[in-house]
């Protein structure tokens, strides 16, 4: 079966005016596409949006560029674990340098970039060797350059082994800042046990709370994959003061894709801050195969990583099929102005659920339920 | 301006194959058109649709008929009370009639049906004067009536007046059992103070908390209006164990509109239960005028209700003008098969949240910021 490109390029064949008028009411009137023929890429699809917040008197705009990439796997699976590291590796510094010409200020991948998505296989040889400390193992080391060569704050979701901690796995999003610095670390706070694909085989629910990064190019978090599915995991984060909440995700088929659009743009309003959703592209193999029936695929990462913004506007999505990064400039004046239009915040009433929330998970809890 | 009637009917300019694709992936494959040609109406748009579940062993079917009435006004804002009254009380009466036709066996109105949308203009009267009892008011026993000789049950939001607690008024949903009982009532639990558009002008912050009613068409639920950009109000009834929520709204502009069809949804997927999004249709104007620079209308509600399933998957809107009577055919078991498949409520880790929000809400509250 060919994957569809995507659904912008269909609803391109729109006359001009429809197109309006559905991308109005569909994404919003809130970006505007910004030229960046000087970077362009035969690896790589670019495409850069820009979101636009009012001048304020006090402050002056605070103009962030973040990359969003999303890529293939360059090798087979069944290549040396060596080896498919080192092609990763290749591929993530060619991806981090366009996204430098593209004066890219924050740059995130993927859901556990630096290998095959193998948890499907549920085998733990050899995929459990691709865990690394965060704070200093391979792919840290590797981005640590690369973020100070670039000036850049790099976001790298991996499999992280914790040898302090008696050699626990996890599911992690390592924060290098853009000096190069490990700022921190997020563990994955929600795992997946969907059908046959159980995710805790491998590392359970994360104990680093909903911590927010300050960087020279604002307060970031990390929801990594099937927390997006949390409203209340995307909400901390906004507790805390996340500007930009970055969603580095591995997802596919029928059943996740109409949600896809959905979930990390409800974040963006709800909190006031905008969300970058990535997902993988492609098919990844697994020769030896899984589950019953026998399949070698966890089906097909349908990409199409997009940003949302405070305002409920979103961007297009990049490829379902194809490598590729999306650069989008933001003002982060944006979260408070909407904050102070819609007063999401200030009509919240986090009293309220914090208390009904702390009644819910009591043994005895009874439902408010009004019967005859 | 003419408005765009809907960007479902620009959709269908693309080819067959292409608004396939397009569809499967904006609003999920979850759903069919059920075929309502006996139901037509020269005064409404009527449209059908079904959500499937699979067939379980212990479990019938539980289908149930839901449906969603958006409309204008059929007098102008300026004629007396109690003739707006009647001829909104003659078009509620041929909307349950059709509603009934369709075998619904909910109703739910949108968002003060039962008057003009006027808390825009700030004007005490005459518009507290539709305000009245939500147990014993005219508009409750109206509905009774019908509800009865329907076998239907009716969520019927009003301007509630409590004689009891003060002439205090409310933003209140009166839920009438399929008998003609009032079976109880919901106040808006969150309200807008948009720009100069702030509604506690007329009404506080409900203290009904978030009861689900129990009925013999499922357990429902009603979150009124600016609620929906809440997540977690339509968490907490979701953990009080709802299986519709419905969502009557009054919502215009150009701000709103791509927040319309993300919220509602999300609630959907998030809290795995049907949700139920009505807004109001037209232009309502109030020729004394209000606001400054002085202005006669609040702007075009854009209608365009719809349903949302717990897949994610959602119906079509009603046009964004005219009257129109969604009906939606539910198997309620849909709601715990898709808790069981995606397992949102078990990883939801609510427990964590409590605490989590307990802490956020004390005023030495100190954000998880992480400082290099």
Partial sequence: MTELQSIDNILKKLSLADQEQVNKILYGCGYKTIDLSDVQSEDFEIAGYEFLANAEQLRCPRIVRVAAFQNKLPLPTSAPILEQRAALYDLAKDAIKVAAKAKAN?????????MPFAFCTREKEPWCEYAESAENGPTTKFLQQLAKEHNMVIVSPILERDQVH???IWNTAVVIDNHGDVLGKHRKNHIPRVGDFNESDYYMEGNTGHPVFETEFGNIAVNI?????????W???????????????????ELSEPLWGVEARNAAIANSYFSVAINRV??????RGFGNPTHTDFGHFYGSSYVAAPNGSRTPGLSRTQNGIL???????????????????MTQR???YASS???AVKHDFTPQVIRK
Avoid at 282 to 287: Q, S
Wanted: with cysteine; aromatic share 14%.
């Fill in 327 to 345: 650069i989008a400039q933001l003002d982060l004046n944006l979260c408070r102005q909407v904050k102070d239009f819609w007063g999401f915040r």
């Fill in 166 to 168: 008696g050699d626990v």
């Fill in 282 to 287: 492609g098919t990844e193999v697994f020769p």
């Fill in 350 to 352: 986090l009293d309220l």
């Fill in 106 to 114: 924050v740059f995130c991948f993927q859901e556990a970039w630096n």
């Fill in 235 to 253: 909400l901390m984060f906004g507790v805390n003061g996340a500007e930009i909440v970055f969603n580095p995700s591995a997802t596919t088929g």
């Fill in 357 to 359: 929330l702390s009644a």
């Fill in 225 to 233: 994959c099937y927390g997006r599915h949390h409203p209340l995991n």
